[in-house]
């Protein structure tokens, strides 16, 4: 099992060109799109849009490569055989799902620390020594349960239909959850269904810490319901499939 | 310690496997033989339990399909196995006998399947024959009961294909049960010591590859006769199987050729330029085939 954790990591970093992509382009992101904003706190919160979109641009960078990434490779793997033939060797079933989430946390990391290093050279981001760390820690074990999600999609859907299907609910999730934009400036009817969305738990790991407090216990309990129903969905698809994909 | 119970896999309105009993013994070499859409890659993933069935229990070691392939007791090589990509032949065995509970040395592994020259190569970038041999690598990387190969050589050219069998002998004779689907006859005759005949999800025929050959009429008799052909004293030779008559030539199966032979000559007459010769599987496999195909092969087939 380590053996294969170890093999997707490897293979992860093989990968150049989706390693560089998915590298650059939350910092970038970021910088766009709180480059220009001022330090004045958003409507309803403690913090400016510097600090807001460090987080969230940090989660949702995290996520598109996890998520997207996973799904797509899972389902071309299984459309290739390669997991008709892994299913035939000794491997548990939250081994290969295991194994899924390394892969995509190697390249989370990498971009999570990237926003974090843009936000505080550029946007001259101060904090603590704690709240960094808590803020990369919390952000990169967060980005496991899209990365659970990400293995599940790739096992529900085929082929053609993963992209959009795994488009639709990044998207959703990434909107609904209020990484594109602070949920405060949104209807309260949006903000009360974001509530108990992984993305808003994940993106408030961060924002709790940001400003001053400890996470709350709710948002991590949150993603970790989420973590266990995605990850034990996916381990339960990969022993289901029986399908000739 | 393989066996199948009464099993059926439909596909919509195609049946696949029909009422399917089977039994494997330790140490056996069983080739699994028919024609493309007779049921053995079907037989073979209910078998590893990458399908399971609509009826009938498949049971391999006393347990599950699943449970059997956890305790690492079984290595298959798919037809339809792909190889994961963006890493090296070395590193994909290395995996492969990781996760088997009782592994070779990757050394061994390279040497039985022939890749230690391209151990260093990415997967990606093999030819068919060479990934093939990945593939057997991948079935062979620990000490298994029972391997299970879906057409193994396909893709492969002759000398790779008799290293192949080779390899595949050196497991049969560490004591390890080989079952094969093919369609070439000539390897199940060679390497099998039994020979299952599939045909339309059914077993047609299930013996040693001589076997076989008896039950289709295993030898080809072939003389010319001089005087006019009486064909009602010919039909009543013997173990014949079929007569053919073409001008003064008859072509004669039989099961047992000495036997028919010598009522030939007891009805006084004289046969010239006789022949006796072997009939290859491939014959007998064409005419148990049709044989079946002549006659309605299920009860459901013969109510319509």
């Keep these: 099992m380590t053996t294969l954790i170890k093999l997707e990591i490897v293979r992860a970093l093989r990968n150049k060109k989706f390693m560089f992509f998915s590298v650059i382009y939350p910092p970038a992101l970021y910088l766009i799109i709180a480059g220009g904003a001022d330090s004045k706190p958003i409507p309803g919160m403690k913090l400016d849009m510097g600090l807001y979109y460090m987080v969230s641009m940090a989660a949702f960078g995290a996520m598109t490569a996890v998520l997207l990434g996973n799904s797509e490779r899972i389902a071309k793997e299984r459309e290739q055989g390669w997991v008709r033939q892994l299913r035939l060797t000794a491997l548990p079933g939250r081994g290969y799902v295991a194994a899924k989430i390394g892969a995509a946390a190697t390249v989370s990391l990498p971009s999570i620390l990237l926003v974090m290093i843009a936000a505080a050279a550029v946007k001259g981001v101060r904090l603590e020594a704690w709240q960094w760390l808590s803020i990369a820690a919390g952000t990169w074990l967060g980005s496991f349960v899209f990365a659970a999600l990400g293995v599940a999609i790739g096992y529900l859907a085929t082929g053609d239909a993963v992209r959009p299907i795994s488009m639709l609910c990044f998207f959703a999730l990434a909107f609904l959850g209020g990484l594109w934009m602070p949920l405060t400036i949104l209807p309260q009817w949006v903000q009360n269904i974001a509530e108990w969305l992984p993305t808003h738990a994940y993106a408030a790991l961060g924002t709790a810490v940001e400003g001053g407090s400890a996470p709350h216990v709710k948002d991590m309990g949150i993603l970790l319901g989420y973590l266990i129903l995605f990850a034990g969905g996916a381990a339960w698809l990969y022993r289901k499939d029986t399908r000739k994909a | ?304």
């Design chain 2, 1 to 304: 310690m393989v066996s199948f119970q009464g099993v059926s896999k439909s596909y919509g309105a195609v049946r696949a496997v029909a009422d399917l009993h089977l039994e494997l013994h330790p140490g056996e070499t069983v080739a699994l033989l028919g024609p493309n859409g007779a049921g053995k890659s079907s037989t073979l993933d209910l078998l590893l339990g990458l399908r399971t069935a609509d009826t009938g229990t498949v049971s391999l070691f006393g347990t599950t399909p699943q449970r059997a392939i956890e305790q690492g007791k079984v290595g298959a090589m798919l037809q339809s196995g792909g190889l994961m990509e963006g890493v090296k032949v070395k590193e994909l065995v290395g995996l492969a006998r990781d996760l088997h509970p009782r592994g070779y040395p990757l050394d061994r592994i390279l040497a039985t399947a022939g890749i230690t020259e391209i151990a260093d190569r990415m997967v990606g970038k093999l030819s068919g024959g060479q990934e093939q041999r990945v593939r057997f690598a991948l079935a062979t990387a620990g000490a298994n009961d029972l391997i299970v190969l879906d057409e193994p050589t396909t893709g492969m050219d002759v000398s790779a294909r008799q290293t192949f069998w080779g390899a595949m002998r050196r497991q049969a004779q560490e004591g390890r049960t080989v079952l094969f689907a093919t369609h070439y006859l000539e390897e199940a005759d060679e390497i099998a010591d039994r020979v299952i005949v599939l045909h339309r999800g059914r077993v047609l025929a299930d013996g040693t590859s001589a076997e076989i050959k008896a039950r289709a009429g295993a030898r080809r008799v072939t003389f010319d006769l001089d005087e006019p052909i009486d064909r009602g004293a010919l039909e009543a030779l013997p173990l014949l199987t079929s007569l053919e008559v073409s001008g003064r030539t008859v072509r004669i199966q039989s099961q047992d050729a000495d036997a028919t032979v010598h009522a030939l000559y007891g009805l006084g007459l004289y046969p010239r330029n006789l022949e006796v010769a072997g009939l290859g599987l491939e014959q007998a496999f064409i005419a148990i085939t049709t044989a079946s195909d002549a006659t309605p092969a299920t009860a459901e087939e013969a109510a319509r």
